[in-house]
Structure formats: C-alpha cells, structure tokens
C-alpha cells in the first residue's frame, strides 16, 4: 500500500518525423495528483485525452519529460517498472495461456526464486481471500475461463505478490454488458477489502462513477477536476465536465439576463437569489440536465420533441427535443403519453450557468439537499 | 493499451488539420532508453558498415583504377567506364536484363496478385493446403539444376510434355535464343513468387469489408478492384522494389541452366560482371557495376515516386 | 456512359419479414436452433442477449452472410434463403463500420450506388443529403482514418441512408463508441429508421439500448428466442429467470424459497426470509406449495421503510448489511449481503450518506412486483398471467 504523488508531470510525444520539434501539444501537461493510501482514484476521459500515458508514467512504463512521481514519498521517477512491483491490469487479460490458474498465480514467486511453500501458501492464501470458488478458476487454464474469470485471476495474480499500488486500464471493456456490471462489482469489492491503493482507468462514466473514491477528469492532457461524484455532478468545474459527466448529457441554451430576470426564447423568469449574486446582467449559457425541468406550468417553453425514449428498467422516460434551435432532452414519467410538443420551465435552482461560450461556471446549484 | 493505440489516439483524437494526422509519434526516450536502443542497433549497424557500405565504397575507388592482381595500381579517371560504355557486349547485356525483368515481373510479380485474389475465394480449408504446398522449403539451386534437366531438348520432361502431350514440334527450350529467357522465368511462376506474401495480407484484410461491399452490390470484379487490390498496395509497391533490384541482379539462374547461352543470348549484366572478374578486369567490372547500380537505383527511384504507398491517406 | 442502373429487386408489397423454423448449425453444434419471428413494415426489432446467444448469426443469415441449415426467411411473400446478398435488396451497418479506408468518405457513402451504375448526379444528389442529415456534409472528401470515431459511424450510417432497402440491419452498431457520443448516435439511427420506415433488426449485448430502441425486443439465449415483446412486456412479466436476471440494471435478485400455506394465503420461507404472498399472486402460489422456487425481486422494488409507497411490515421486510454505495443522477444504487451471505441490490432515488457502510439497514420489498420462478426450470409460475398479456 502506498501513497502516490504525482508532481507537476509533463510528457511530450516527439513527432518522428522532425525531430526535436513538438507539434502538438504534450500528452500530459503539467499534471499534478496525490492519491491516499488505499484509495481508489478513477480517471475518465475521452480517447487521447492522456489519462492512459498518465498510467503509464505513474507505472514508469514511460519516464516524465519534467515533474516527478513519488511512492510514499520516495521519488521513483526514473526507476524501472519491474522494480517498481506495481500491479497492472488491461483490458486483454494478459495471463500466461499456457499455465493453469494456479501457475499463473505462483509466476511471480518462481522468478523471484522464493521457495515453494512460501509462494504455495501466498497463492492459498490469496484465493481463500479472492471469494468463493476463486480455487475453482485455479485448477483451469485461461482460455476455458470467461472473459470476467480470466480478469478475476489476473488481478488475484496482482494481489498475491502484494504490491504498493494497482493500476487498471479499461480492464473490463470487453465483456459484454451484463457481465461487465458483475465485474466491476466484483472488483470494487476486492478493493475495498485489500484497500490497495488503485488507479483506474476508463472512459466510461458510470463506470468511473462507481470504482473511484475519487473521480479525475482529464481532457487534453490536462486535468480539469478531481472529485466526489457529487463534486462533478452538482458543482462542475468548467462547462466540459458538465457535460461530460451525466447521460443522458446536460442541455445548454443561449440566455441573457436583464435585471434579475432570465430572458430565454421569449418568455423570462425571476433569478433565485443566489444565482442573481453571482451571474451579471447579458448573455449567459443557461445549462439544464434532464430532471432539471418542471413540465406543464403556465410560464413554459414549448419544446418540441422529436422522439420519447422510454425506460421501464430506469421507470423513466426521456423526451429529446428542441428549443430555440438547441437540442434539449427532459426526463418524463415512464408512463407520460406520446406527444410532439411538451411544455417544460428549467429550474432555475438547479440550473448552471457558464460564460456565453466560454468554459468558466458563474453559478452552480450545488448538492441538492434531501433530507 | 498498447503504447501504439495510445500513440494513434494522441495523434488522431483531436481532429488535426490535414497534413498532419498521418505522422506517427513516438513517445520521446529518456537518455538512458537512448543509450540502450542504440547498444542494440549497434552489432546490427557495424555489419552494415564492414559487410555493406565498406565493400561498395571500395568497389567505387577501384573502378577508376587499373587494378589488377600484380603490378602497381594507379589512378585511370574514366577509362574503365569509357571502355565499357562502348563495349558492345554490355549494350547487349543491358538489353538482356531488361527483357529478363520485364518477363520476370511481368509473369512472376503481377500474375500471382490475381492468382491469390481467385485462390481467396476457395474455402479455407484449401487455402490452407495450397499455403503449405508453396511453403515446402526448396534449395535455390537445387531446384534449378532440376529444372534444367527438365528443361533438355533431348531427354527432359518438358519435351515429352510438348510433343507426347501436346503433340507440338520438338521444341528448343534453352537452345533457342528466343525462348531462353522465357524458360529462364518459368520455374518462378510455379514457385508462385510473392503469392505467399499476398495470400497472408489479403487474409489479414477484414471479412467485414467484403461483406459491406456484398451487402452494396459488389461483384467480384468490384471486390477485387476497390478492396484487395487497394489493400495489397502497399505490399505490392514494397515487394515491386525487391522485385526490380532482385531480376536487375539476376545470375544464378542463367549461370546455372544456360552459362549465358546460346550466344550470349541468357547473358545477363552481373553474368557479363562475372565473366569480367574471371578474366581478371577488376576496374571494368566495378565500373560495369556501377552503371548497375545507376541503373537500378533510377528505376527504384522512378518506382517510389509514382507508386504510392499509403492507400490511407 | 449511359447505362441504366441496374434494378434492385422488389418484394410484395408488404415488405414485412417473416422467419420461420430458422437453425443455424456449425458442424455439429448449434449456433441457433429453431427461431421464428415477424417484423412488421416500419418496425425495429431489436435482438439481445449475452455472447454467443446466437443473435449475431440470426442476423447474419437475414443478411445472407451465412448459409441457413434449416427453415426459412422471407421477404414479403418471396423465400430469400437461397438468395445472394448482393441481391436481397439490404442495408447492414457493421461493428467496426466497415468503411474502406482508401476511400474518401464521399466514395464510401456513395459505393452502393456506384455498385448499381445510378447516374453521376443521383449519386452526387443522395450521398450530399445523407451526408447532410448526419452532419458529414464537410467531410466528403476525407479519407476515414482522419475522422472520430463518431464521424466514422455517421459514415455507415450515410451509406445505408442513400439506399433504398427492404430490410435494414445494425450490427452491435454502438459498441466501439463512448458513452457521450451513445445517445446522439441512438437519435441518428432512429432518424434514419424514421426516414426508411423499414422492417429493421438491430443486434446488441446491452439490454438498456435494447430498451431505448426497440419496438420490440428478442431476448436470445442458446440460440433460441426466450421470450419477444415490448420493453415493458419483457421488464414486468418475464417468462422466466434468465429473461427477468436478462432485463434490467442493476440485475433482478433471486432468492430461493419455499411456498407453504397459511390459512387462505400463502407464505414463501426462505433465505432467512418469511414473506407473505401478495394476494394478486396467491393462487399461483398456492398451485406450487411445498416446492422451492426462486423469488426474483427488482433492485427498484426495494424500499427504505420511511419512504416506501405501501405499509412495512415484519412480513415483507428484508435486512441487509450495506457493502457499497454507488451515487447515480437519480438517487443511489446500494449493495448488500444478507446475514446468509446472499448478496443483493437495491435501487433509491435518494443518497444514502456514506455513514451507512457496513451498517444493517431493512428494506420494505414490494410484494406486489415480486416474480416468482420455477427453481428447477427457471419458468415463471405467474405464467397465467403472462399468457394473457402476450397473446
């Protein structure tokens, strides 16, 4: 177990073809990260967003061009991966094909010339603690496990040699849906129980959501927030992680405000108070998610609908439409009846406001107070 | 994630403008990774060096001297390529050469890109017999000390194909200045050439591309036209250049089967080249060998620059 | 050149599709075994189920990529089985796309057209309004590697759009794209669905997509057909435990049980559980006392006591200690284990503050959605019900 600190790190990709020039911008600039000991940190972001070289330099795979990174402290900038004895998963498994389970299990042990009964009690020990039938999956060999099997013998085969820190790139996102939803539950379990120190890599949002304590979003090589659920969700730090994070995403519509009242297509409303405070008189970009709507009241917009997604699995319905030219989608009861035209008020107390085309919140609705 | 995946995604993610997108980066190395790549390139490159680049450099300077095995060797400018160039047997050898390549790229390049086209649609099991058919490793000259048995006017098993099976004259084969050079490639269209290397990329190409193009309409010409052939092109262009500098070199097989025979009629360059050589006329050889090279190189050169390679971008 | 195009088959008027007794086998397995379905015109049939289920080969012998071993497809009134699929008169949109990469996007759209000789300006006319309706108008002459992965798709999509197919299939069409580029693609296929109006099949794993799109859904498993209707045919009265495990996220919990008796009603015992049957479901029950089965209940049918929409009492009420909480838009979804061991979810549409880890929590279960099945077969015992419903 250990605490990781990622210090300032910069990473260039050199274009081959000119050498010593850097077109483009660095894979990774100026990224800077501490994580807990035993924690569990999930970065998310779209492809070529640096979240998998950000992996691969915390795992020394790759060295930082500046910035360091340290294991409880101790700078291992520069040391190899082997010697670093982080544990790493990918999505392609990468067992030994030719070993039972077992073997792939005690592997580590044997190049590290411990004796036998250490490595046999080790691998003993770690299969009582992987769950029930784990010592099942020991006696076969890979290729007649399932996809979800085979990555749970790849990360006992991380658990046994003990290691300070757990790297995971997208390892689940072969299996097909319903097992990848028993996978991650799966392994989110095994974490909390090891309390391994993890860093998880996806681009998958609900999946992140779920396996990290903490969440990172990371976008052009940089980061753009680290988080709770709730942090991204409600108090987003710029319009991107708005919409990135929620599905289905959040609407944004062009808005002005005049004296205290929200001006959009036509019809207006008083600002709450709070966001009055903190969202000036012109334009604003007024960002709605799909329950951030009340429907039929008299000082509505007309949105009109192009089609009704129902749900019965989610007791939902969504309406994805139009307003003002800007595509909207509104949460509707699962049971709303078919229509082209809805009436739909944004509320304003769980409304976001961004700049007029810029990145910058001026007001966000925060957690939602339940109780 | 492999290092090439994240190195594309870095490359394409962001729509680059044009121009750019096909450059392919590579993650920059840290001194010490300097160090190591370059301690394994090294026994590589000194190869090179002492086996390579050292003999042709050689080969150059003694081609503007008079070299010979005894006696002083000076310094002759030119003469050695003045007496070549109008050597007519190197005009002659030339002309060899050329028809030889023309004849061998001709029948032992391009026919076998659409023979391994029509071999894809035969089932795979098959596929799979003829692969390991074409694969039984065959020594170079062995097969061709064969062939030229086969290939005798009096005895060889071509004759009685020719006259018992076919019911034709007796025909000359390798005697005949005008068939020499056709029998001389004709081992090589049963080899199949680089129908290997075509077979394995076509079957790398993805069964959804051909059954999109199904799906539209295609036929099998269109198939052919606006899939394999486009996708084996890279492979085509780069075997075409092993092809060119490889037929533009030939020896063993005229040397084998005909000696250069009849009449000079199968001498190839580097045959007259050898012939030199053994009539101790150093000088002129390697002057003959760089007029070769010149040659070979202009022809390489000409290929690269109207045969594009990357269909992708 | 002058030449007419060359024309595409045409169906009886309705081009609806019917699939009779359709097997598929390799060697001596069976990759389908006897599936049978219609597809209305201008319906999307959605086929689903895990891998190897059998729902990519049935698609593919629709398309006629794969040879049918036994039974029959038809289009309109005309048996396609040994038709070619260059002429079934077909649109198929791939996993990968299958989009050439040597060809600029305009050239891909247009290859259809091209195959079928249409003239120069009809070609032209249709793939510049395809490529407009999916907003590649600007990258016609692109070559695919320098498109996003999204651009690629709307390509495929651009190459179906300009046909004029009977039948139009999507294979697995969404899996290689992320999560944010997923609704709006869904919105482009329904658009292109929409535009058609077309029989329509479309392939997936992912049951919530099969839900968002379908008209109806197939669930497949085995290479059989377990059960076909609408999403919510499918969600409140499954046929039996691997469609109601099948549909739905989180997965339905099971739990077995044992029916008994209890004056005019009946109660289920088991799982450290002792439950009444809710009275709507007390004559099936009743047929089965004394046999074990397996109660499946909806992580959604769960409720904390304070908030539940009927009476908590001892007789529906189930403790569970809480191992993870997972914070969604709507709520949270929280995992538990039973003092048994038995693991279980449950969904809330409130936070459940973190304090509650490893805490015991009890959970009202609303016993008028239980579903109750068969512990041997996994057929459901509301059958009755079900029967009613889907005829």
């Known amino acids: 177990m250990a605490r990781i600190d990622i210090d300032h790190v910069v990473k260039h990709y050199v274009d081959d073809r000119i050498v010593q020039t850097n077109t483009g911008r660095p894979a990774l600039d100026d990224v800077s990260l501490q994580v807990a000991d035993g924690e569990t940190i999930s970065i998310v972001g779209s492809s070529g967003c640096g979240k998998s070289t950000l992996l691969k330099v915390v795992a020394g795979i790759e ?80 290729t007649t496990l399932s996809g979800g099997e085979q990555q749970r013998v790849a990360i006992a085969r991380c658990i046994v040699r003990d290691p300070p820190l757990f790297l995971m790139d997208e390892p689940i996102c072969n299996l097909d849906a319903k097992l990848r939803e028993q996978t991650r539950v799966e392994i989110r379990k095994l974490l909390r129980k090891f309390k391994i120190t993890t860093l998880y890599v996806t681009h998958d949002q609900q999946e992140a959501i779920f396996m990290g304590d903490r969440i990172v979003v990371m976008r052009d090589g940089r980061i753009e927030q680290v988080g709770t659920f709730d942090d991204l969700y409600y108090t987003p730090a710029s319009r991107f992680v708005a919409t990135f994070i929620g599905s289905p995403p959040i609407s944004v519509l062009p808005a002005a405000v005049t004296d205290g009242r929200l001006q959009l297509a036509g019809a207006s409303w008083d600002l709450p108070s709070p966001v009055r405070a903190a969202v ?62 809805l009436t739909a008020t944004p509320d304003l107390d769980r409304a976001y406001f961004f700049e007029p085309d810029g990145e910058r919140p001026l007001h966000t609705p925060g957690v939602l107070e339940l109780f | ?82 007496r070549m160039w109008s050597d007519p047997l190197v005009a002659e050898a030339f002309r060899v050469t050329a028809i030889y390549a023309v004849l061998s790229i001709g029948l032992t390049f391009f026919i076998p890109i659409f023979v391994a086209i029509l071999l894809m649609e035969m089932p795979k099991r098959h596929i799979r017999w003829m692969m390991l058919l074409w694969f039984i490793p065959l020594s170079g000259i062995a097969s061709t000390l064969l062939f030229r048995y086969m290939f005798n006017a009096q005895y060889g098993l071509f004759q009685w194909i020719a006259t018992e099976v076919l019911g034709l004259e007796p025909q000359p084969f390798l005697n005949s200045s005008d068939q020499v050079l056709f029998w001389l490639v004709f081992p090589g269209i049963l080899f199949f050439g680089p129908g290997l290397i075509y077979m394995a990329t076509l079957q790398g190409i993805p069964a959804s591309y051909y059954e999109a193009a199904e799906i539209e309409g295609a036929g099998f010409w269109r198939k052919m036209w606006t899939i394999s052939l486009p996708r084996l092109r890279p492979v085509i262009s780069m075997l075409l250049i092993f092809a060119v500098i490889g037929s533009t070199q030939v020896f063993e097989y005229p040397m084998i089967m005909t000696g250069g025979g009849p009449g000079g009629a199968s001498r190839t360059v580097v045959m007259y080249l050898y012939e030199l050589l053994q009539n101790l006329r150093y000088a002129d050889a390697t002057a003959l060998g760089v007029f070769l090279f010149i040659g070979t190189m202009l022809l390489v050169i000409i290929q690269r620059r109207f045969f594009r390679e990357d269909p992708d971008a | 050149m002058t030449t007419e195009a060359i024309a595409e088959p045409r169906y009886s008027s309705e081009t609806a599709i019917k699939v009779r007794g359709v097997q598929k086998r390799f060697g001596d397995k069976h990759a389908v075994e006897d599936v049978s379905f219609d597809i209305a015109d201008g319906e999307l049939l959605v086929l689903v189920g895990p891998s190897g289920c059998g729902k990519t080969t049935t698609l593919r012998m629709l398309a006629g990529l794969e040879p049918v071993s036994d039974g029959q497809i038809q289009f309109g009134d005309r048996v396609v089985n040994e038709i070619r699929p260059r002429d079934r008169r077909i649109a198929m949109v791939f996993q990968d796309y299958a989009i050439f990469p040597h060809l600029t996007v305009f050239e891909n759209i247009a290859y259809g057209l091209r195959s079928r000789r249409e003239a120069r300006k009809v070609v032209k006319d249709k793939v510049t309004e395809a490529a407009q309706t999916f907003r590649i108008d600007h990258l016609l002459t692109r070559k695919p590697r320098q498109l996003s992965g999204g651009e690629r798709q709307r390509v495929a999509l651009s190459r179906a759009m300009v046909r004029d197919a009977a039948l139009y299939l999507y294979d697995e069409p969404l899996s290689n794209l992320d999560a944010q580029l997923r609704h709006q693609a869904r919105e482009d296929i329904l658009t292109l669905h929409k535009n058609k109006h077309r029989p329509t099949v479309y392939v997936t794993h992912d049951q919530s997509e099969a839900m968002a799109l379908g008209d109806r859904i197939a669930v497949m498993a085995d290479g059989r057909i377990q059960q076909i209707g609408t999403g919510s045919d499918l969600y409140e009265r499954p046929v039996s435990e691997f469609v109601a495990f099948f549909i739905g996220t989180p997965s339905i919990n099971l739990f077995d049980m044992e029916i008994q008796a209890d004056g005019d009603g009946a109660v289920m015992v088991g799982s450290g559980l002792r439950l009444r049957v809710h009275p709507s479901m007390t ?45 969604t838009a709507s709520g949270c979804t929280v995992y538990l284990s039973t003092a048994e061991g038995q693991d279980f979810v449950a969904t809330f549409t409130v936070r459940l503050p973190n304090s509650y880890l490893d805490q015991e929590i009890p959970l009202g279960i609303d016993l008028s959605k239980v579903h109750l099945f068969d512990a041997d077969t996994g057929a459901s015992l509301l059958k009755g019900d079900i029967d009613a419903v889907s005829r």
Do not use: C
């Open chain 3, 283 to 327: 004559a099936a029950a009743r047929a089965h006392v004394g046999q074990r089965v397996r109660m499946g209940v909806r992580p959604e049918d769960l409720h904390v006591p304070r908030m539940a929409p009927f009476e908590v009492t001892e007789e529906n009420t189930l403790h569970g200690i809480v191992t993870l909480i997972e914070p």
């Open chain 1, 280 to 341: 000036p008189d012109g334009p604003v970009d007024l960002a709605i998610r799909p329950e951030g709507w009340r429907l039929d009241e008299a000082d509505g917009l007309a949105v009109s609908v192009r089609h009704i997604e129902r749900l019965p699995t989610e007791r939902a319905a969504f309406a994805y439409g139009t307003v003002a030219g800007r595509n909207v989608t509104v949460i509707l009861p699962v049971d709303h009846p078919e229509r082209d035209q």
């Open chain 2, 1 to 82: 994630m492999t290092l090439q995946q994240e190195a594309t995604e870095t490359a394409g993610g962001a729509e680059p403008p044009a121009g750019t997108e096909s450059q392919v980066r590579e993650p920059a190395p840290s001194r010490r990774r300097r160090l190591e790549r370059a301690l394994f390139v090294l026994p590589a490159f000194s190869f090179q060096l002492t086996w390579g680049w050292y003999p042709l450099l050689m080969a150059f300077v003694i081609s503007f001297t008079n070299a010979r095995v005894r006696g002083p060797i000076e310094f002759t400018g030119l003469e050695s390529y003045e």
């Open chain 1, 63 to 142: 060295d930082p061009d500046q910035g360091r990174v340290r294991y409880d402290g101790v700078d291992v900038t520069g040391v190899r991966p082997q010697e670093r004895g982080v544990g790493m998963v990918f999505q392609d498994y990468a067992l030994y094909p030719s070993m039972k389970g077992k073997g792939n299990l005690a592997y580590y042990f044997d190049v590290h010339d411990s004796s036998k009964e250490e490595a046999e009690q080790r691998v003993r020990e770690t299969a009582e603690r992987m769950g029930v039938g784990f010592d099942l999956l020991l006696g076969q060999v890979p």
